[in-house]
């Protein structure tokens, strides 16, 4: 394992070679004393993982391979990040969270609890790139919503509480909470009733 910085790691912590801890941002490069990870209880790293200074995480963290979480991003309990998924940093992912394989979330970026990103989903943060106008402004995904895959939201888009996006979606808009939106530029309509089987 590869340790940078001044990094906290729980007990119970599984770190499956090779795995970076503590990878100095801009702000620290040639630095020799800066904070590192603050990794909770019960982890599972895989191998590629790579984790910037300044990210604290919560327990029974699991990556898959090849991930990439960059600095100053706040991590809840229980949350999985699939293979191939980025995280720029300056981000806030809840608790009880679902990032699958080849996700990609930007910078400042707010996610609550009980998400489900499918694989291939797609924040944005920049309204006009490449010229940053207006600034980054990532998503804000309540609690409880699900986006399907390969779906991709706006910046400043925010989803609401318990609100589906399905896959292929292209969200230009809010979405209200425990609404669907479907379709490229995605519509807003009820989500579909669960079938009671007796």
Do not use: W
Request: hydrophobic letters at 40%.
């Amino acid at each position: 394992m590869m340790h940078l910085g001044r990094n906290t790691i729980g007990e119970g912590v599984r770190l499956l070679e090779p795995v970076t801890l503590g990878f100095p941002s801009r702000d620290y490069l040639g630095a020799d004393d800066f904070p590192g990870v603050t990794l909770g209880r019960n982890a599972t790293l895989r191998p590629g993982t790579i984790i910037y200074c300044e990210v604290e995480i919560g327990d029974d963290f699991q990556t898959g391979h090849n991930v990439l979480i960059r600095e100053q991003t706040r991590i809840g309990d229980r949350v999985a990040i699939g293979t191939n998924a980025i995280c720029e940093g300056r981000s806030v992912i809840g608790s009880d969270v679902s990032i699958q394989s080849m996700a990609f979330i930007p910078t400042n970026t707010v996610i609550g609890d009980r998400v489900f990103l499918g694989p291939h989903v797609v924040l944005t943060n920049d309204r006009y790139p490449p010229t940053g106008i207006g600034g980054l402004a990532g998503p804000v995904i309540e609690d409880g919503a699900a986006i399907g895959a390969n779906a991709t939201v706006l910046p400043g888009v925010r989803i609401g509480a318990d609100a589906l996006v399905a896959a292929g979606a292209i969200v230009t808009k809010d979405v209200p909470p425990g609404m669907l939106a479907i379709g490229a530029p995605a519509q807003i309509r009820a989500k579909p009733v669960p079938e009671v089987r007796s």
